[in-house]
């Protein structure tokens, strides 16, 4: 594995360490769960139920242009992790609250 799936790898460690359950907890789901894909890279989803029973979901990808952002376009032992997994959470929990009509 690479630079850049080790990277991914470590993030997504930090953010099921701690952070998946508060991510549950904050936006009323269900499941909160990693699904894996190539190269390291992977998505979290969110699973909540409607009142009448409707499953609702929310993905959310972590592409290596999306963690590594502008260090992606560097060279491989500059690439870095842009923020830190509590923003990652933080801003998934904002997105399904979005979608569910909180915020």
């Known amino acids: 594995m690479d630079r ?6 470590q993030l997504r460690e930090k953010l099921g360490a701690g ?5 549950c907890r904050s936006t009323g789901a269900q499941t909160a769960k990693f699904v894996g894909r190539e190269n390291g890279e992977f ?6 139920h409607l009142k009448d029973g409707t499953e ?3 993905t959310k990808e972590f592409t290596r242009t999306y963690v590594l952002g502008s260090s992606f ?3 491989m032992l500059e690439w870095r992790i842009e923020k ?3 923003d990652y959470a933080r801003a998934i ?9 909180v915020l």
């Open 73 to 75: 376009k560097r060279p």
């Open 43 to 48: 998505a979290v989803t969110v699973i909540w």
């Open 93 to 101: 929990i904002q997105d399904v609250l979005s979608q569910r009509g």
């Open 56 to 58: 609702k979901v929310f």
């Open 19 to 23: 952070w998946m359950g508060s991510i």
């Open 84 to 86: 830190r997994a509590c």
């Open 4 to 9: 850049g799936g080790v990277l991914l790898q």
